[in-house]
């Protein structure tokens, strides 16, 4: 399983390497929401400052949507779907495999976000590895939920839901990597945070969940 | 005794315990000594916040038999659905008679308290497994992606109750199903409730029921008139 887990990561990354979807359009989207943040808060620059994490939480999520969407799309175009059935590869090693591509596109994606909300925010970044900790566990385990719910309506012609669907499910993991970010920031408390806790225990139980059920939302 | 007059017995006693719910709850209880008339919404709200979950409960059962090859019927597909839907109108019950009770008592009609904030994400998380069920046409995939949904929604709670307990605001603590299983209330106030609870129970299986054959006539009905057309188009000449 863990060897077409990483096949198919290394091909969605290949193609995303040859597409550029996540570096020229959901960048830029990511960019625009913090502008448009700022507009929001006009009149109060401090308190972006204050919310920074929270602002940062949520473009991180709305890029994660359309990551999500993007990467259930590639599975339903030149029937790549009925290829992987005949090939017989896990189903378990194809959900892992999408996530853990996702992951490491979202990753590299929040870096970016991280840079331009000390640069437009004037956010002070202290304590790093715990907030790439906290980044890594809070991306896991959306991906972990937008990878399987994508899947589950990439072809009903209503990609509409998918927002709908995931942004409750994953409303937890906005408020806890929103509260570990604030409690890093102001030094407040170090590796055992709760919030960091409860973020690695989301990422565990939907990655878990989602190598059990993909095989069902495969089967057609 | 027969299916329907089951059923029948089932509406009858659920009406007969809301009424019952209904005049002990309003004339023949006590005012409570801090919250005086407000106490009338206790015999109310936790009930039909207990139907929510015993509603999302059975969705999740339900959808797991769906999910485990062996159990696999498309009557735990309707089964689920069915409670989903029930789920879903007591929720907003919930967040309705919580918001009438919250105006009294903090002054406003909605505050991000997390209890009511994660009681609403529960309800948007089940309008999404309905409006997911709706997208979809073919009975089979249908059944299968919103089992999954309701997995997922069914996983989502407790850690939506753990990030409720640390982010607690102006929500009380649980009156009866707390921690330490000791409820906070007593003598005719706490019979009053238990026959709101018993009630508002019989209430959901009475709609569950019948909520489930007319979802399993309509699937019945559909099955029928696909063998029709295809009987009619084999002996067309």
Redesign the interface.
Known sequence: MLRDAWLICRKDLRIEIRSHVVSNQVLPFSFVVLILFAFAFNEYPQLLTKIAPGLYWVATLFAMIIAAQRSASIEMTNMTKSALAIYDISPGGVYLGKLLAVVIQMILLELVLAFEIVVLYGATLHAIPLLGATCIAATVGIAG?TT??GA??SN???ET?LP??V???V??VL??AT?AWQDYLNSKIGVGN??LG?LV??AV??CS?GTL?FG??L?? | MKKRTLTNSIGIAALVLVAATYIYGLWLTPPDVFMGQLVRLLYIHPPVAWVAYLAYGVTSVAAILY?WKRTRRPEWDLLSAASAEIGVVFTALTLVTGSIWGRPTWHVWWTWDARLT?TA??F??Y??YL??RS??DDPE?RA??A???A???F??VP??H??VV??KTLHQSATVFNASLSPKVHGEMAWTLLLGFVAFTLVYVWLLINRYETARLRQSASDRQLDHAIEERVSAP
Request: hydrophobic share 70%; charged share 10%.
């Open positions: 939920v399987i719910v589950m309506i009903s012609q209503r839901l709908l669907l942004l409750p499910v409303a937890p408020l806890s509260v709760p919030w409860l225990v989301f139980v939907y969940v059920v069902t939302v089967e057609e | 999910l994660t994400l529960l948007l998380l309008v999404g409006a997911l997208a979809i995939k299968k992606r089992a999954v949904m997995l997922i929604a996983v989502d850690i939506v753990q990030s640390w982010w």
